[in-house]
């Protein structure tokens, strides 16, 4: 007997049942693959399509104002050889600064008087106390506040009148605020708004474009700067030493465009 050939026929048409099987599978894949690359491509798109059709603007409104109400604190000093003669020069001293402000018609309603401190200067050799008192020093407050801020820089300009009199007087000078800027924060902002539109139309307009519905609004911190300056904070900037202020509101508005 002989032994039976291999049946080389079984095994092609295994062989192409396999590979027919994996056509689909491949076809498959490509739709796949074709789908999903024109899915991303839409939604790169549709992402472009909504970055494009609209443009954010910063729009400004300045406003020069005076200011309306001041403060000024003055620290009267005197030192002497023991407590009793400080606090009595002090005392001396502060009635000076009262007679020079009721002469020059400050009300006592726009005075405060703070309260009476004193300390002890002790001698330090080599940076150690050695227990001696070489003089004592007393302090005190006076505060005056006045919506009359012209007055009260005369009075600061014409102090040498009190230290000509051997006063000591400590004082950085009077400060000037804007009590009126709550008043003007909502009108500037209107101002700034009208501004963003005004550059938004003009900006949209070279390339034949409208502006359209407001989309977002963000306003930026007020700056309250002396008069001509250009001290401004990324967190916003209050002036207090200057009588003439300028005010500056800034706001980012984004609009659609047609």
Do not use: C
Request: charged letters at 20%; zero cysteines.
């Amino acid at each position: 007997m002989r032994a039976s050939e291999p049946n080389n026929e079984g095994r092609s048409g295994g062989s192409r049942r396999h590979e027919s099987s994996l056509v689909p599978l491949a076809i498959a894949v490509v739709i796949l693959s074709v789908a999903l690359a024109w899915g991303l491509q839409k939604v790169g798109d549709g992402i472009a399509s909504r970055g494009s059709d609209t443009v954010s603007v910063r729009g400004q409104a300045v406003r020069n104002v005076k200011a309306d109400r001041a403060v000024w604190k003055m620290s009267v000093s005197q030192s002497a050889e023991t407590a009793a003669l400080a606090i009595g020069g002090l005392s001396a001293g502060v009635d000076v600064v009262l007679a020079y402000l009721e002469k020059n018609a400050v009300s006592s309603e726009d005075i405060t008087l703070g309260g009476v401190s004193s300390f002890a200067n002790k001698e330090f050799i080599d940076g150690n106390a050695t227990g001696r008192i070489l003089s004592y020093e007393a302090n005190r407050e006076v505060i005056i506040r006045m919506n009359d801020v012209d007055k009260i820089a005369d009075l600061a300009a014409n102090l040498g009148e009190v230290l000509a009199r051997g006063v000591n007087i400590y004082t950085g000078g009077p400060e000037y605020y804007l009590d009126s800027l709550t008043a003007l924060r909502p009108e500037l902002l209107a101002e700034a708004m009208a501004d963003a539109k005004v550059r938004a139309t003009t900006l949209l307009g070279a390339v034949d474009a409208e502006v359209g519905d407001v989309r977002s609004v963000s306003s930026g911190p007020f700056q309250v700067t002396a008069r001509d300056s250009t001290d401004v904070e990324s967190g916003g900037y209050y002036d207090t030493a200057s009588i003439e202020k300028t005010v500056i509101a800034t706001v980012l508005v984004e609009f659609a465009t047609s």
